[in-house]
C-alpha cells in the first residue's frame, strides 16, 4: 500500500485547509485510516481517524475543529482543517492500519508527509 499526502501549506490563524492521502496497492487490507501530526521536538499525535464503515474519532485537541473522511470511489483520504492555530504547525501524516487500533506501532503504512504551517 502507498499512500501520497498533498494539501499543506502555509495559512493564516482562523484559516481552513483541507489536506488529501491518495491510496493506492493492496487497500482491499485497509481496515482503518489516520491522519498524525508530528511537531518540532514533539512526539507524533494521532489527530483523527476513521474506520473501514466510516466512524470517525478525533481527540479533544481538534474535536469540532476537524473533521476526517474518505471517498472509496477515489482511494482518498481527507482532513478538513478549519479554524486553524498556531499550535497545528506541524507535519501532517496519512497512515493505515490492517487492524483496529489507532496507536502509531500498529500503523502498517505511512505517507511520508506534507507540512502544514500555521501563522499567528
Known amino acids: 500500500v502507498q499512500l501520497v499526502e498533498s494539501g499543506g501549506g502555509l495559512v493564516q490563524a482562523g484559516g481552513s485547509l483541507r489536506l488529501s492521502c491518495a491510496a493506492s496497492?493492496?487497500?482491499?487490507?485497509?481496515?482503518?485510516m489516520t491522519w498524525y501530526r508530528q511537531a518540532p521536538g514533539k512526539e507524533r499525535e494521532l489527530v483523527a481517524g476513521?474506520?473501514?464503515?466510516?466512524?470517525?474519532y478525533y481527540p479533544d485537541s481538534v474535536k469540532g475543529r476537524f473533521t476526517i473522511s474518505r471517498d472509496n470511489a477515489k482511494n482518498t483520504l481527507y482532513l478538513q482543517m478549519n479554524s486553524l492555530k498556531a499550535e497545528d504547525t506541524a507535519m501532517y501524516y496519512c497512515?493505515?492500519?490492517?487492524?483496529?487500533?489507532?496507536?502509531?506501532?500498529?500503523?502498517?503504512?505511512w505517507g511520508k508527509g506534507t507540512l502544514v504551517t500555521v501563522s499567528s
Open positions: 497512515a493505515a492500519t490492517e487492524g483496529g487500533v489507532l496507536s502509531p506501532e500498529n500503523m502498517d503504512y
Open positions: 476513521i474506520s473501514r464503515g466510516g466512524t470517525p
Open positions: 496497492g493492496s487497500i482491499f487490507s485497509i481496515n482503518a
